[in-house]
Nanobody
Framework: QVKLTESGGGSVQTGGSLRLSCGVS????????MAWFRQAPGKEREEVVR???????RYADFVAGRFTVSKDNAGNTLTLDMNNLKPEDSGMYFC??????????????????WGQGTQVTVSS
């Protein structure tokens, strides 16, 4: 069973940086699409970035070059480096995964494995 564990959230001021990490375990022998989502209070969960099994990435428009996702060689850790943070970036950030079956999920509901989330708070 796939297990995802996020860490690295915290509180920063506008313009600050944070690094989020997602530890991945339990998927030996399978290939998974990975993604970071976020959810602010009262809002729907939205995708921040996704990475497919070929390490191709797709960022949400609101990232605008401020965030970078990476994965270690073993595929055990997915990292999200966030720079120039804004108050609107505040929310709970979740790591998600879904087994690659010829394509990656096109929406949040397609990801079946989730971490518990890590809080990001950006103050003005």
């Amino acid at each position: 069973q796939v297990k995802l564990t996020e860490s690295g959230g915290g509180s920063v001021q506008t313009g600050g940086s944070l690094r989020l990490s997602c530890g991945v375990s339990g998927y030996i022998g399978r290939r998974y699409c990975m993604a970071w989502f976020r959810q602010a209070p009262g809002k729907e969960r939205e995708e921040v970035v996704r990475m497919d099994i070929y390490d191709a990435t797709r960022y949400a428009d609101f990232v605008a070059g401020r965030f970078t996702v990476s994965k270690d060689n073993a595929g055990n850790t997915l990292t999200l480096d966030m720079n120039n943070l804004k108050p609107e970036d505040s929310g709970m950030y979740f790591c998600a995964a879904e087994e690659y079956l010829g394509y990656c999920p096109r929406e949040v509901g397609g990801f079946g494995h989730w971490g518990q989330g890590t809080q990001v708070t950006v103050s003005s």
